[in-house]
C-alpha cells in the first residue's frame, strides 16, 4: 500500500483548524494508522481541539500496554477507546479554559488490515472507497440535513442547498460522553481509500473524487490534485485528504 496525506487552509479561512496523521508502519498493535480531523471553535480553539485529538489517538495507540497480546478482531475496540480518550481530553481541556469552553472536532481515525478496515467516525468528515468504476461513502454524516435525509422529509436534491447542510449534530470534545460509529468495511474491490474533511467534500462530488483519484501518476500526486482542485471551486474551508491506495 501507498499513502499520501495533505492539509491546506484554504481560499477563506485565516488559520487551519484540520490535522491529520497518517502511517504505513506499524503503531503499537496496529499495523498502520490514518487519522483526519476537523476542528471547531473560537479564538483557535478548534484547531487545538483537531490537534489533541490527533495526538491523543497516536500516542494511545502507540503505546497501549497490551499491544503483544490483542487480536486482529479486537483492532475496532481499540479505535474506539482511542476516540473516547480523546474525546475525555478535549473536554476536560474545555472546561479548564473558558476560551476553549464548547471546542469540538470531527474524526476519521482508521487501520487497514487482512483486506479490512476498521473505523471509527463521528462529525462529517468522510470516507470513501473508491474501484476503477464506482465511489462508496463509508461514513454517514452526523449532520441536521442527513437526519432529515434519512427520514425521507427532504430530497438529495434538497439537501446540497438546505439552508442548514453545515449543522453538525455530533462532536467530538462538546460532552463528557461521546458516541463514536464503528465501521469494519472489506475492501475486496476497492483500489483507494479517501478520508477527507468536508472542505474537500462540500467542493467536489463523487464524480470528481473517483475522477482524480484513478488517474494515474503517484498517490501523491493525487492527492495534491484533490486539494488544488478544490481551491479552485473556492478553497471556502480547509481542506484535507489521506489517500491510500490499497492495489498495490
Do not use: W
Amino acid at each position: 500500500m501507498y499513502v499520501a496525506g495533505l492539509t491546506h487552509t484554504g481560499k477563506v479561512r485565516s488559520n487551519n483548524q484540520d490535522a491529520i496523521f497518517f502511517t504505513n508502519e506499524p503503531i503499537g498493535p496496529l499495523p498502520n494508522l490514518y487519522v483526519v480531523a476537523d476542528g471547531m471553535g473560537g479564538h483557535n480553539a478548534g484547531e487545538v481541539a483537531s490537534q489533541q485529538t490527533v495526538e491523543v489517538i497516536s500516542t494511545y495507540i502507540r503505546n497501549f500496554q497490551a499491544a503483544e497480546f490483542i487480536r486482529h478482531d479486537c483492532f475496532l475496540d481499540l479505535l474506539v477507546s482511542a476516540a473516547q480518550e480523546a474525546n475525555t481530553t478535549v473536554f476536560t481541556k474545555g472546561e479548564l479554559y473558558p476560551s476553549m469552553k464548547g471546542m469540538g472536532t470531527t474524526l476519521i481515525a482508521c487501520s487497514i488490515s487482512e483486506g479490512k478496515v476498521f473505523m471509527v467516525h463521528v462529525g462529517d468528515s468522510r470516507a470513501y472507497s473508491i474501484s476503477s468504476t464506482s465511489i462508496t461513502q463509508l461514513t454517514t454524516d452526523h449532520t441536521v440535513v442527513e437526519g432529515l435525509l434519512q427520514a425521507g422529509r427532504i430530497t438529495l436534491e434538497e439537501s446540497k442547498t438546505h439552508p442548514r447542510r453545515h449543522v453538525i449534530t455530533r462532536v467530538l470534545g462538546t460532552h463528557a460522553i461521546c458516541e463514536v460509529d464503528g465501521i469494519v468495511h472489506n475492501l475486496a474491490d476497492t483500489s483507494a481509500l479517501l478520508l477527507c474533511s468536508d472542505g474537500l467534500s462540500n467542493m467536489l462530488d463523487d464524480k470528481d473524487l473517483m475522477t482524480i483519484i484513478n488517474r494515474e501518476g503517484y498517490v501523491e500526486q493525487r492527492v495534491q490534485t484533490l486539494i488544488q482542485e478544490a481551491n479552485n471551486r473556492g478553497g471556502h474551508d480547509n481542506i484535507s485528504a489521506i489517500l491510500v491506495d490499497v492495489s498495490r
